[in-house]
């Protein structure tokens, strides 16, 4: 069954970037292809987020208004990896980030039901802090 391992998280100051990757290892492109990718955080104490989707072929692409702006997701199929870019962080950014996948295409109305995705994994913790 599909592995979902995120990396790129750590400690930086208020104003830098950090570069989030999620590979799914036990999936060929093939099989990457046909799920949506999320991207979900949770800080201490507090309850999930939904931050970004982008669908199967890259075609749509959902931010929450929070990040727009500032965070940019994409993904490589052929790589089975999607990535969140992380522009102009704030202290209240810092969570642990996870990402997800999802059989049902996203919409704008439901692209952040965190009950459609699966496979949660460790997620990689980010740090904001002066």
């Known amino acids: 069954q599909v592995q979902l391992v995120e990396s790129g998280g750590g400690l930086v100051q208020p104003g830098d970037s950090l570069t989030l990757s999620c590979t799914a290892s036990?999936?060929?492109?093939?099989?990457?292809?046909?799920?949506?990718v999320g991207w979900f955080r949770q800080a201490p104490g507090e309850g999930r987020e939904a931050i970004s989707s982008?669908?199967?072929?890259?075609?749509?692409?959902y931010y929450a208004d929070f990040v727009k702006c500032r965070f940019t997701i994409s993904r490589e199929n052929d790589k089975s990896t999607a990535y969140l870019q992380m522009d102009n962080l704030k202290p209240e950014d810092a969570a642990i980030y996870y990402c997800?996948?999802?059989?049902?295409?996203?919409?704008?109305?439901?692209?952040?039901?965190?009950?459609?995705?699966?496979?949660w994994g460790q997620g990689t913790q980010v740090t904001v802090s002066a």
């Open positions: 997800l996948l999802r059989s049902a295409m996203p919409g704008a109305s439901n692209w952040g039901n965190e009950v459609e995705y699966k496979h």
């Open positions: 982008i669908s199967k072929s890259a075609g749509r692409k």
């Open positions: 036990r999936f060929a492109p093939f099989e990457f292809v046909a799920y949506a």
